[in-house]
């Protein structure tokens, strides 16, 4: 059985950083391509970037390009996402995912899912 276990979620202050973590059981993530999508209130849930099963490659929506970065560890089957400037158009429920399809982005594309962490950006 996956499973998808978020870490690191909180408050912070705009301009201030957080470094989430996806732990992973059942599934090796080096073998597949981990994805992070966000959800504000009121909002869908969309894609915030992905990394590929290597680790070679990552690709990032551009709202958060330059701020974000996405890392694996695989001696600890973790996934991070390294979160840096935040503002508060950032605040949202993030969730790590993953895929058997390389580099995906679509919601649809992903097979499991965390449960979320919540991030919460004061200005």
């Known amino acids: 059985q996956v499973q998808l276990v978020e870490s690191g979620g909180g408050l912070v202050q705009a301009g201030g950083s957080l470094r989430l973590s996806c732990a992973a059981s059942?599934?090796?993530?080096?073998?597949?391509?981990m994805g992070w999508f966000r959800q504000a209130p009121g909002k869908e849930r969309e894609f915030v970037g992905v990394i590929s099963w290597n680790g070679g490659s990552t690709y990032y929506v551009d709202s958060v390009k330059g701020r974000f970065t996405i890392s694996k560890n695989n001696a600890k089957n973790t996934v991070y996402l390294q979160m840096t400037t935040l503002n508060p158009e950032d605040t949202a429920v993030y969730y790590c995912?993953?895929?058997?399809?390389?580099?995906?982005?679509?919601?649809?594309?992903?097979?499991?899912w965390g449960q979320g962490t919540q991030v919460t950006v004061s200005s």
């Open positions: 995912a993953s895929t058997t399809r390389y580099m995906a982005r679509r919601r649809d594309e992903f097979d499991y």
């Open positions: 059942g599934r090796t993530v080096r073998r597949y391509s």
